[in-house]
């Protein structure tokens, strides 16, 4: 009976470690653009993809999270560390990025941090998802002024959409739904 008891927590042990490592992704970084699974079942690198929505047809992560760009970012090098980086996550990935549907591939691109990790570049621009975005198609940081510049979310062009997005709908039944 002991065999049988050890062997069942083994077993235990073996599913609570695969299902625990299911549920980090890369490198452990919250900003990382979600992973999609190739052929051979490994994590392949980040996609962007583009969604439409209140403000436009927007760039957004595999997972239809918002990505922004930051206007105190000059060319492709990212200058958001630390609290910045925290509040606007940078979307990191291993490999090369994928170009999701309606992503124009040859504007894809990586730049690597002054942490060593790569983040993706559309149109040259580093890309951050922002910790206020609950849910896929918030656009709660559009056009905020955090860390001492303004965010935007990008067009599938590669440029920063200006428009604001719409107020809430008190008439709506599920708040946040941004629409895409």
């Not at 900003?31 to 760039?59: D, E, F, N």
């Not at 510049?149 to 008190?170: C, E, H, I, R």
Request: with cysteine.
């Amino acid at each position: 009976m002991g065999n049988r008891a050890g062997a069942a927590a083994v077993a235990t042990m073996g599913l609570l470690a695969a299902v625990l490592g299911g549920c980090s992704d890369d490198g452990g970084d919250s900003g990382a653009a979600s992973p999609t699974p190739s052929a051979t079942g490994t994590r392949a690198a980040g996609t962007v993809a583009a969604a439409s929505g209140p403000l436009g047809t927007i760039l957004v992560d595999g997972q239809g999270r918002t990505l922004y760009l930051w206007e105190a970012d000059t060319g492709s090098r990212s200058t958001c560390d630390g609290d910045c980086a925290t509040a606007w996550p940078p979307v990191t990935v291993t490999g090369k990025p994928v170009a999701g549907k309606g992503v124009q591939a040859s504007l894809l691109g990586t730049t690597k941090r002054a942490d060593g990790r790569t983040e993706i570049t559309y149109n040259g621009h580093p890309l951050y998802r922002y910790a206020g975005d609950t849910r896929a198609g918030d656009t709660n940081g559009q056009g905020s002024n955090g860390f001492g510049a303004a965010w935007y979310v990008l067009d599938t062009a590669g440029n920063k959409v200006t428009k604001s997005p719409p107020p809430p709908s008190p008439t709506s039944s599920s708040p946040g739904d941004g629409g895409y």
